[in-house]
């Protein structure tokens, strides 16, 4: 079963950058999609960005140009690099995983994940 850890999470000011890290061990799949999600406090989880196998990036809207997901896959790392940070970005971050795929699915969606991490929480002052 896919495992997967974060780290990297922390306190950052508003405008500032942060990079948060998700090891991932045991990706066997051949279609897999891999993404990060945050949910604040009263808040749904919602997706932030993810990467599918062929390297293809989904970003959401409010961090578009902003942030930057990407997967080191000789050392089974995926990255999530935070610039420009806002105060509503703080929540817990998680990354988790997705294989098997079909022809349609959707990464930036909760439910197409199995497999996710415990997270990593990010605060954000002002």
């Known amino acids: 079963q896919v495992q997967l850890v974060e780290s990297g999470g922390g306190s950052v000011q508003s405008g500032g950058s942060l990079r948060l890290s998700c090891k991932v061990s045991r990706l066997s799949w051949n279609r897999y999609c891999i993404g990060w999600f945050r949910q604040a406090p009263g808040n749904e989880r919602e997706g932030v960005a993810a990467i599918d196998m062929d390297g293809i990036t989904h970003y959401a809207d409010a961090v578009n140009g902003r942030f930057t997901i990407f997967q080191d896959k000789a050392n089974n790392t995926l990255s999530l690099q935070m610039n420009r940070q806002k105060p509503d970005a703080a929540a817990m971050y998680c990354c988790?995983?997705?294989?098997?795929?079909?022809?349609?699915?959707?990464?930036?969606?909760?439910?197409?994940?199995?497999?996710w991490g415990q997270g990593t929480q990010v605060t954000v002052s002002t």
């Open positions: 988790a995983a997705s294989g098997g795929l079909g022809a349609y699915y959707s990464p930036m969606s909760p439910a197409e994940y199995r497999n």
